[in-house]
């Protein structure tokens, strides 16, 4: 994972947390929460990752599987946290809802982008 790969799906992970937040768990994160969130359930499930796909390289559809059920865990306690941090109240199902959100959104929207800045500034 490169740092700029690192940077847009830390970037995108707190604009999700930022609108759905409210939405999916009627927490208003603050900024400030909403990146480190994003900071922290970012590199944590990617060094956790890093160590499990060295542990099991010869599955590597298991390490992927685990590695995802992993940052998923990981994330939905942290937000968990972070809503709490904040006097709110996080239920155990609208976190791990966001944290869903979040891995997608890391799939679909945050590769998307980084292929596309990587063809601009390739030429």
Known sequence: ?????????ITVGMVILLL?????????FSLS??????LIGHVVPAVLGLILG???HDYLLAALIIG????WLFQTVLFQIAART????????????????????DFLV????VE???RATSK
């Open 110 to 113: 945050a590769s998307p982008i």
């Open 1 to 9: 994972m490169s740092l700029l790969t690192l940077a847009v799906a």
């Open 20 to 28: 759905f937040g409210r939405w999916v768990g009627h927490v208003r």
């Open 86 to 105: 904040q006097n709110d109240t996080l239920v155990g199902w609208q976190s791990g809802i966001l944290a869903l959100l979040v891995i997608i959104a």
């Open 33 to 38: 929460n909403a990146f480190w969130c994003s």
């Open 68 to 71: 995802i059920a992993i940052a």
């Open 116 to 118: 596309l800045v990587q």
């Open 54 to 56: 060295y542990f099991l």
